[in-house]
Each structure stands twice: as C-alpha cells, then as structure tokens.
C-alpha cells in the first residue's frame, strides 16, 4: 500500500490529478501555450528544476522525465523522484497527447494521464521552450466556484539550470505575467555523474 502511495503522489506531479497551489480564483483565461509546438523536438529527458509546491510532492527531489513516441504517435511518460523521507526511488508510467492535434496552429496543450485513467484533460501546457535548454510548463483545475488549483513546473534538459540570457528572460517572463513566486519551490537534482545509477548520496 505504502508503494501505491508513492507512485500515486508522483503521477499527481504531471497531471493524474490536481496538485499545485489552490487560489481563491477562477483558474486565468489569458494564458498563452507555445505556439506551433513540435512533439517531437520535445521528446527526451527533462529535469525538474523548480514546482509549485503541494502536499503531493512533498519529501521529493530529483524529479526527473522521459518522453518517447509510441507506434500510435502518442507519447509515453516515464517519471521517477527520490524519496527524501525514506530514501526510496519511484516511477511512474503514464501516456500524453496533443490535446487539439487537429488545429492549424498546434499549440503546446497536451493530456496526461497515468495508470489508464482516462486522457481527456487539457492538463499539461507547454507555455514556452527552446526544446533544448528549458521548458515552462502550467496547468490549472477548477475545484469550486472562484477556487482555483495550478500546477507549475520548470524543467532542464541538464540536472543544472541554464545561464544563457535569452533563455532566462523568457522564463522570468513567464513567471513575471503568471506565476506566484512565493508559491515556488527549487527542486534538488542528482550530481551529474550519478543520475543513470542513482548511486551515492541523492540531491546533494
């Protein structure tokens, strides 16, 4: 039971579910998803660099995933993190989709879903990326009248977070138009040379 737990947790990382930072709000309308969004410049692995925090997530770091095309054009999701209660690691498979593919403008909504939960939720928004540096990622769930749950994600293609100037102004942005900084919170990555292995001391 305790390993169900886990791996529920961290499917509520990517959307299974909500978990994020609860607003006393209608989720935002004039958010903007990346435009003309390639899947498949977006395949690979990313990093977890910063989140909105929630009960879900907490206890871990090292959150890390893998995006790779399946024969249906589809694409599967392979998340794992590092447990820093109990020093455990976890996994999660789930599969994506674009949520309009059909749209001349294919914008970067995609629907994320885990354990065969259905996949008919607009719950993971690429809102930016260069598809090699970074990637800002937003999702948001109604929960009641003027009450509001987002989710918000930073993520790397390197365990360390890019210097160059362009990629951090768009990042900022983002942020600056947005996201709640009081609400973020630095995910802690593996030392590079153990991040295949998982060996030596996690997040140091």
Not at 8 to 20: D, N, P, Q, T, Y
Not at 98 to 116: A, H, R, T, Y
Not at 145 to 159: A, K, M, Q
Request: charged share 25%.
């Amino acid at each position: 039971m305790r390993n169900v737990t886990f791996l529920l947790a961290l499917a509520l990382v990517v959307g299974l579910a909500s978990a994020g930072a609860v607003f006393e709000r209608a989720c935002p309308t004039d958010v903007e998803a990346k435009q003309y969004f390639s899947v498949d410049a977006y395949l690979g692995k990313w990093y977890e660099m910063q989140r909105y925090e929630s009960e879900f997530e907490l206890n871990y770091d090292c959150v890390q995933v893998r995006y790779e095309l399946n024969d249906d054009q589809s694409v599967s999701v392979s998340n794992s993190a590092y447990n820093l209660f109990n020093s455990s690691t976890i996994n999660a498979l789930g599969r994506a989709v674009l949520s309009f593919p059909d749209e001349e403008v294919i914008q970067g909504k995609l629907n994320v879903s885990f354990f065969g939960a259905p996949n008919d939720r607009s719950n993971y928004w690429v809102l930016d990326t260069d598809y090699q540096t970074y990637s800002v990622v937003w999702s948001c769930e109604e929960l009641e009248e003027n009450l509001s749950e987002e989710s918000f994600w930073v993520l790397s293609r390197t365990p360390t977070m890019t210097t160059d100037r362009d990629a951090l102004f768009r990042i900022h942005n983002i942020m600056r138009r947005y996201i709640d900084r009081s609400q973020l919170r630095f995910t802690r990555q593996l030392d590079e040379q153990y991040v295949a292995s998982w060996k030596s001391v996690p997040c140091k």
